[in-house]
């Protein structure tokens, strides 16, 4: 079962998508709100599998609720979803962590197939946005190579791997022959770097970009 909440300002349409989405077998609708500060209370409280999120709402747009939800709610996965067809709140929806950025013209099914994509871990993007989506994260991906590569040193990298795989500071340092200290100022470093700050976020990161796989 897959427990869903959802936050948008307009009544009609949240009574509308939780009628839809309760006579979904496998879909349990577990809370909803109509603003962004709302949304990241009840989020951090009922800590849903996916958080389906309008970007235009009062207090805080759906986008910068879905960055805040890796601090307070790292196991909750992200789905834009919205009117507003511009490749650009795409690609900011995803560099704060969305997972999923569709429209609010596609068909119902397509949204469930959105749904169950974003639970699974899996990136789903509007097929009319999927090509000038990718385009623009292959351009994202050429000027961080042209600045200097990953945004985490090679020290940094080896340390978030035996984060993810569940090591102690000391465990670690131990492995790596460097002191406790040393290993705790790379974990606040590597924190800082990617704006995470919780260990469930730190996995997260490192299995969606393969440095670790479990």
Do not use: W
């Not at 600045?147 to 940094?156: A, F, K, P, Y």
């Amino acid at each position: 079962m897959i427990t869903v909440f959802f936050a948008d300002d307009h009544q009609m349409f949240r009574q509308g998508l939780r009628t839809l989405l309760t006579s979904t077998a496998d879909i349990k609708v577990i809370g909803e709100a109509s603003d962004g500060q709302e949304s990241l209370r009840q989020i951090e409280k009922l800590k849903p599998d996916v958080a389906v999120l309008d970007i235009a709402m009062p207090g805080l747009s759906g986008i910068e609720v879905a960055k805040r939800l890796v601090k307070i709610a790292p196991d909750t996965n992200t789905l834009i979803l919205t009117m507003h067809a511009d490749c650009f709140y795409a690609v900011e929806a995803l560099k704060a962590s969305a997972l999923g950025f569709m429209l609010k013209e596609e068909s119902f099914d397509m949204l469930i197939d959105a749904i169950h994509a974003v639970a699974a871990g899996n990136m789903f993007v509007s097929p009319t946005l999927e090509t000038p989506v990718l385009k623009e994260f292959v351009g994202l991906a050429r000027q961080v190579a042209d600045s200097g590569g990953n945004i985490l040193t090679d020290r940094e990298r080896e340390i978030l791997q035996l984060v993810a795989e569940g090591l102690t500071n000391l465990e670690i340092s131990e492995k790596l022959c460097i002191s406790s200290s040393t290993v705790d100022t790379h974990r606040k470093n590597i924190m800082a770097k990617l704006d995470i700050h919780s260990v469930a976020g730190l996995v997260k990161y490192a299995i969606r970009h393969k440095i670790v796989i479990l």
